[in-house]
């Protein structure tokens, strides 16, 4: 009887158990900013954390006004691919997904945008942001336009009209949106969306049909890593060109005194930050050239002192450089004005300052040795015939004279061997020294 009573409490125990176990939860993630490959890699962490752990669904809060293409299209993949009914929310209001935002949240199994939020705006652009030439045009629309045609039809939403998002850049509200079949909700809020698309019965991208059970569950925020915040940072492209920059400095500082060690460790460590940010990025190799090219121009200006012009002539080009250096589809992703300025300048004047001061030490004269003397002038203090004895920084040496040398005459020091001052008379001009 006591082990029939053990076991029916052991299988009660299981029995209230179960329903935490088996209790799912909403998996919250939250994409603000452009879309690159940290956003890619944050996508796809979250969606097999969400897989893990059974979540019934994974929101993700989207706001973006675009980015790399590359990136939006491994984005895309992930979402048409993912075991878990992925719902894409753009908000708050006043937010927006535009461009290759657009293009990820059609791609969700469930799409909805908040009041007062925008969408579309997707033809694509050059890195510059500027138009492209006829043809290239023509191609790179073209398969933009049947990327959006590959998922939004399976997903049930207006071909058409998303199609004119790319050809023809066309922007949509959140109310033009839903009533134009891009979109399938509007809600206020979070848990306002949940109610309604709780008990709804979506089409998977595979065909397959699952039900949403979401209201009033717990919703569990995806945050970021160490790792994922750091690179999110270092993906900024005012950061990468402030690190490269400084990373530079640095190493030159290193160079011209060596064993400082901190410069050179701090230059390090900057230098190889920004390359692993820049290797990420759609990068242009002439924008690398042009800043190294600066520092030339540095370089020179501190050796033939030109009043400004190669300093001028440096920060131009390092300007230009900054503006170059990241091939960004979109403002956001591409190097400021401001920073190129605040940057370049005060790095110019910096880097001239320290060059200066580095040459002037190197043809500064020897003073201390033997090789100190070289150039001195100092007084006979016994004739030189042709040698004697030279009276020079308060000592007296033993010197040879060319030709022979009065006592008390000035004498100039032309060389130094073993010990001996190789002397000649001093220019009438040049006034004599301390005698005895």
């Avoid at 006591?2 to 939250?30: E, G, I, N, Q």
């Avoid at 959140?174 to 206020?188: G, P, R």
């Avoid at 956001?332 to 030490?361: D, G, H, N, Q, Y």
Wanted: glycine share 6%; net charge neutral.
């Amino acid at each position: 009887m006591r082990v029939r009573s053990l076991w029916k409490y052991v299988f009660f125990l299981l029995m209230s158990l179960m329903p935490l176990t088996a209790s799912a939860d909403v998996l919250k993630l939250v994409i603000d900013g452009t879309i690159q490959p940290m956003s890619e890699e944050r996508i796809d962490r979250a969606i097999a954390e969400a897989q893990k752990s059974h979540a019934d669904a994974l929101l993700i809060e989207l706001r973006t006004p675009g980015g790399l293409m590359s990136s939006m299209e491994d984005i895309i993949h992930k979402i048409l691919s993912s075991p878990v009914p992925v719902v894409i929310y753009v908000t708050p209001s006043g937010s927006g997904a535009a461009s290759a935002g657009f293009f990820i949240l059609e791609s969700a199994d469930v799409a909805a945008m908040a009041p007062g939020t925008t969408t579309g705006a997707a033809h694509p652009v050059w890195g510059d942001g500027h138009a492209m030439e006829p043809v290239m045009k023509e191609k790179v629309e073209n398969y933009a336009a049947s990327l959006m045609r590959s998922f939004v039809s399976k997903r049930g939403r207006n071909v058409e009209v998303a199609e004119s998002a790319v050809r023809q850049s066309k922007a949509f509200t959140a109310d033009e949106a839903l009533s134009q079949h891009l979109i399938d909700y509007v809600a206020q809020d979070e848990d306002a969306l949940f109610k309604q698309i709780d008990g709804k019965t979506i089409t998977r991208f595979d065909g397959s049909k699952a039900v949403l059970h979401v209201a009033n569950k717990p919703v569990r925020v995806y945050e970021m890593t160490l790792r994922e915040e750091i690179l999110s940072r270092l993906m900024d492209p005012n950061i990468a060109f402030l690190l490269f920059a400084i990373g530079a400095l640095c190493i030159y500082f290193e160079f011209n005194h060596p064993g400082a060690v901190i410069p050179g460790v701090v230059g390090f460590v900057a230098i190889l930050l920004a390359v692993y940010a820049l290797d990420m990025l759609p990068l242009r190799s002439i924008a690398i050239v042009l800043i190294l090219s600066a520092f030339g121009f540095f370089a020179l200006e501190a050796k033939f002192q030109t009043h400004g012009a190669l300093t001028t002539g440096g920060a131009a080009m390092m300007i230009l450089g900054a503006l170059l250096l990241v091939d960004g589809p979109i403002p956001e992703m591409r190097v400021k004005l401001w920073t190129a300025l605040s940057v370049s300048i005060p790095l110019a004047l910096i880097t001239v300052f320290l060059m200066t001061i580095a040459l002037k030490a190197r043809q500064n004269k020897v003073v201390t040795g033997e090789q100190g003397l070289i150039g001195e002038i100092g007084t006979t203090s016994s004739p030189l015939m042709p040698a004697g004895k030279v009276f020079i920084r308060g000592e007296v040496w033993d010197a040879v004279a060319n030709s022979n040398v009065d006592i008390g005459q000035p004498v100039i020091v032309r060389r130094v061997h073993r010990l001996t001052l190789q002397v000649e008379p001093a220019p009438q001009s040049t006034p004599a020294v301390a005698k005895l």
